[in-house]
C-alpha cells in the first residue's frame, strides 16, 4: 500500500502533499478523514484518469472500503467511474462493486444502480436507463431513507433521462428536486453552468411552466451571470415580467442569436414562447393590483400584452384553461373580474409592490380603527 502511494507521488509530483496526507490517514486508520480527503482530492485535482482511475480504486481504495461511509464510497466511485473515459472499465467498476460487496446496504447500492444509469445515459442508451430507473422507481418513496444524496442520485439520473427524452416539463420539476437535495459547492463549474442553462431553457418552452422566481432566486442561476448566457438569464427576466417588446429585442439580439443549441430551440418553439409571455405579461397586471381592485378593462390588457382586441377575451379564457386564474368575464362591460389568481414565488423586483400593498392595507386598518373608535357607543356606564 505504501509502495503504491509512493508511486503515485512519483507520477503526480504536483499532489504529493495530498498523497502523503491521505497516506498518513491510512496508517493511522482514520477512515472518515482518509474518505474526505479522497473526495475533495477527486473533485479538485482529477488527475486519475482511465486506468490510473480504476488503479486507484482496485489498488488502494478496495482495501479499505468496508470501513468508510457507504454512501460517501459511492460518491468517490462515481468520482472515479467519471474519469475512466472508458465504458467497458466503468462497467467493469460498477459490476465489481455490485456483486463482490456484500456489506454494502441498499442506499448504497441504489446509489451505484444510478451512476449505472449515467452510464447508459452517456452511451445514448436509453431504454436499458428507462428500465432501470421504472425498476428503482418505488425506492425513493420509502420514507426511511436516510440521506439526501440518495435523492439527488436519483433526480440527476432522471432528469439527465428527461433530458435526452425531450420532456421539458418532467425535466423542470426533476432539476428543481434535484437542487434541493444537492450541495451545489459539490458540482463543478461546468456542471453548475449545464444545469442552469438547461433549467431555463425547459422553463421557456414548457408547456405548464408559468413561474420563475424560483430559478431567477436560485445561486446556480448567478453562476452565469459571469458567462456567454447572462442574456439568457436576462431572456427569462423578460419572460417573468411579460415584457413582449423588451422579449423581442433581446431574442434578436447578437448575444442570444450566438447561444446554440439554446437559440435554435427558442426559435423551434417560437409559438409557446409568445403564448407565455402574453400570459405572464397579463398575470402580472392582475398581480400587481390591489385585493379590492380586480376588476379590469380589456383596453388594459390589450395594451400591457400587445395583442389585437378581439384576442383579450380568447386569452382570458387560455389563462383560466390552464389554471392560472379564476374570474367572471363581462362581455358588455368588456371587463374581467378576478377571484383568484395562481400563487407563485414572489420575485426581488415585486417586494416594492408587495410593500406599498401592505402599506395600503395598513393605513385601511387603522383609518377602520379610528372610525370604530369615535363613532362606536360606550359600551359601559
Known amino acids: 500500500m505504501v509502495d503504491y502511494i509512493t508511486q503515485q507521488i512519483t507520477l503526480y509530483p504536483q499532489i504529493e502533499k495530498d498523497l502523503i496526507e491521505i497516506q498518513n490517514y491510512f496508517e493511522n486508520k482514520l477512515w472518515h478523514q482518509l474518505s474526505l480527503k479522497l473526495e475533495s482530492l477527486l473533485r479538485t485535482q482529477p488527475v486519475f484518469k482511465g486506468q490510473a482511475a480504476y488503479e486507484l480504486y482496485s489498488n488502494f481504495i478496495s482495501q479499505f472500503d468496508s470501513r468508510i461511509n457507504q454512501l460517501k464510497f459511492t460518491t468517490i466511485i462515481a468520482l472515479l467511474g467519471h474519469e475512466l473515459q ?75 433521462y428527461q433530458k435526452l427524452s425531450g420532456f421539458s416539463n418532467e425535466f423542470f420539476a426533476s432539476a428543481i428536486l434535484y ?26 418552452i414548457g408547456d405548464n411552466i408559468y413561474s420563475y422566481g424560483g ?36 431574442l434578436a439580439s447578437p448575444a442570444i442569436q450566438s447561444l446554440s443549441p439554446e437559440y435554435n430551440t427558442l426559435v423551434t418553439h417560437a409559438s409557446v414562447l409568445e403564448l407565455k409571455i402574453t ?76 410593500r406599498d400593498q401592505i402599506a395600503a392595507w395598513q393605513t385601511k386598518v387603522k383609518d377602520a380603527l379610528h372610525i370604530v373608535e369615535e363613532r362606536a357607543t360606550e359600551l359601559y356606564v
Not at 139 to 148: G, L, M, P, Q, T
Not at 181 to 203: F, P, R, W
Request: aromatic share 8%; glycine share 4%; with cysteine.
Open 86 to 160: 472508458d465504458v467497458s472499465l466503468e462497467t467493469s467498476l460498477y459490476d465489481e462493486i455490485l456483486t463482490k460487496s456484500n456489506w454494502l446496504g441498499e442506499e448504497a447500492k441504489f446509489c451505484l444502480e444510478m451512476d449505472i444509469v449515467i452510464r447508459h445515459l452517456k452511451e445514448s442508451d436509453l431504454l436499458s436507463a428507462k428500465n432501470r430507473l421504472n425498476k428503482f422507481e418505488d425506492y425513493v418513496k420509502k420514507e426511511n431513507i436516510s440521506d439526501a444524496v440518495v435523492f439527488s442520485k436519483y433526480y440527476k439520473a432522471l432528469m439527465e
Open 279 to 354: 400570459l405572464m405579461g397579463m398575470m402580472n397586471i392582475f398581480i400587481e393590483r390591489s385585493a379590492h381592485d380586480r376588476i379590469v378593462q380589456f383596453p388594459i390588457i390589450q395594451e400591457k400584452c400587445c395583442v389585437a382586441e378581439d384576442k383579450v377575451e380568447w386569452l382570458l379564457m387560455k389563462a383560466m384553461s390552464v389554471g392560472l386564474m379564476k374570474g367572471t368575464i363581462d362581455e358588455v362591460d368588456q371587463t374581467i373580474s378576478v377571484s383568484w389568481i395562481n400563487p407563485r414565488m414572489v420575485e426581488k423586483r415585486q417586494y416594492g409592490v408587495l
Open 215 to 250: 430559478i431567477l432566486d436560485s445561486p446556480i442561476v448567478e453562476v452565469l451571470s459571469t458567462t456567454i448566457y447572462a442574456s439568457y438569464v436576462q431572456l427569462l427576466e423578460t419572460v417573468q415580467q411579460g415584457n413582449t417588446p423588451q422579449f423581442h429585442a433581446l
Open 179 to 204: 437542487l434541493g437535495y444537492t450541495n451545489l459547492e459539490d458540482l463543478s463549474q461546468e456542471e453548475k453552468i449545464s444545469v442552469a442553462k438547461d433549467m431555463i431553457t425547459s422553463g421557456l
